[in-house]
């Protein structure tokens, strides 16, 4: 069982950067990492994964102004954002996939809102 904290979200104004933090309680060197987001009334989508061998792919709105990074020895997942806007703000999910099993984990969620 692996747990994931995220942290780092807030309120910033277009055109602002975060970056978002998520600490997992074990290690994550077998995970495939990725950063999800969900605003009011839509369904959760995917904004940028990090394979295990430090592969990354982002959704099209978000290329160019977030990256995503890993850290296995610090057992944690990065995501910069950059020159944010107001179509950005969600709440930002952690996940965590077991490449040799089923396991799947995800965090509690930060609330990132971009004002215009």
Do not use: H
């Amino acid at each position: 069982q692996v747990q994931l904290v995220e942290s780092g979200g807030g309120l910033v104004q277009a055109g602002g950067s975060l970056r978002l933090s998520c600490a997992a309680s074990g290690s994550i060197f077998s995970f495939n990492m990725g950063w999800y987001r969900q605003a009011p009334g839509k369904q959760r989508e995917l904004v940028a994964v990090i394979g295990r061998g430090f592969s990354t792919n982002y959704l099209a709105s978000v290329k160019g102004r977030f990256t995503i990074s890993r850290d296995n020895a610090a057992k944690t997942l990065y995501l910069q954002m950059n020159s944010l806007k107001p179509e950005d703000t969600a709440v930002y999910y952690c996940n965590a996939k077991d490449t040799y099993g089923p396991d799947n984990y995800w965090g509690q969620g930060t609330q990132v809102t971009v004002s215009s």
